[in-house]
C-alpha cells in the first residue's frame, strides 16, 4: 500500500541522547513536513521541504534538523534531547506546496 | 497573529446531525483544510473550500465564508465511527498552514 512510513512508532529516550527519526514515501512527492503534536495545541511545522535538496524552517525549528537527499526520505534529527520535545511526531507529504497533506501514523516520542 | 478557533469538545447524538465551527484570524489566505484524526492515528483528509459556499461529500459538507473568515463542517446520519477529532487549517498568504487545536466529537447511542 502506498503512503508514508515513519519509524520508530514509539520511543522512550534519555535527555542528551541523539535521536533520528525516520520518514520514507513512497508516493513520490514534492513536499514534505514535520509536525509535532501536543495536547491542546494544533499541529506545529517544525521543518519542510519542498522539493529534494531544499529544506527550510517551520514555527518551531529549534532543536532540531533535517536533510532531504532524495525524493523518498526525509529524516528528523534531535541532536540532544529534552523533555520539552516528547511530543507525537507526525511526517506528512503532498505532490504540492497547495495540495491536501498525506500523513504517516505518527512516531511517540519520550524524553526523560 | 495568526488564530483558528474551534470548540474544544462537543457531544452529538448517532444518527443526528452536527455542525463543527471554525473561525480564522490568518495573513492571507489560500484554502481552508478539515482533516478527521482518530485517537492514535494519523489526520485524514476529508474537504477543501477555497471559495464561499458549500462542497458536500457524501455524509460530510463543508462550508466557507471568505469575508468573516468562516468555515463549518457538517456532519450528517452521525455513526459511532465518526467519534474523533475534526482539525481546520488555514494556508496563509505563505501557503503555510495554521492549524487550529482541533475538535473532539462524542458520539453517544
Known amino acids: 500500500i502506498a503512503g508514508i512510513t515513519q519509524a520508530p512508532t514509539s520511543q522512550i529516550l534519555a535527555a542528551g541522547r541523539r535521536m533520528t527519526l525516520r520518514c520514507t514515501q513512497d508516493m513520490r512527492h514534492n513536499a514534505m513536513y514535520w509536525y509535532r503534536q501536543d495536547l491542546g495545541l494544533g499541529l506545529r511545522l517544525i521543518h519542510y521541504?519542498?522539493?529534494?535538496?531544499?529544506?527550510g524552517k517551520g514555527e518551531v525549528p529549534d532543536g532540531y534538523s533535517v536533510s532531504r537527499a532524495n525524493t523518498d526520505d526525509f529524516p528528523l534529527t534531535l541532536a540532544s534531547a529534552v523533555p520539552s520535545q516528547t511530543s507525537v511526531y507526525f511526517c506528512?507529504?503532498?505532490?504540492?506546496?497547495?495540495?491536501?497533506?498525506?500523513f504517516g501514523e505518527g512516531s511517540r516520542l519520550t524524553v526523560l | 497573529g495568526q488564530n483558528i478557533d474551534q470548540p474544544t469538545e462537543m457531544t452529538a447524538t448517532e444518527g443526528a446531525i452536527v455542525q463543527i465551527n471554525c473561525t480564522y484570524q490568518t495573513s492571507g489566505f489560500n484554502g481552508l483544510f478539515w482533516y478527521q484524526q482518530h485517537a492514535g492515528e494519523a489526520p485524514t483528509f476529508l474537504s477543501y473550500?477555497?471559495l464561499d459556499g458549500l462542497e458536500e461529500k457524501g455524509r460530510f459538507s463543508s462550508f466557507l465564508s471568505r469575508s468573516k473568515g468562516y468555515s463549518y463542517l457538517l456532519l450528517k446520519e452521525l455513526q459511532m465511527k465518526d467519534s474523533a477529532s475534526y482539525l481546520c487549517a488555514v494556508r496563509d498568504s505563505n501557503y503555510q498552514l495554521i492549524w487550529g487545536a482541533g475538535t473532539k466529537l462524542i458520539i453517544k447511542p
Open positions: 473550500n477555497v
Open positions: 521541504s519542498n522539493t529534494a535538496g531544499t529544506t
Open positions: 506528512a507529504s503532498s505532490d504540492r506546496p497547495t495540495g491536501e497533506l498525506f
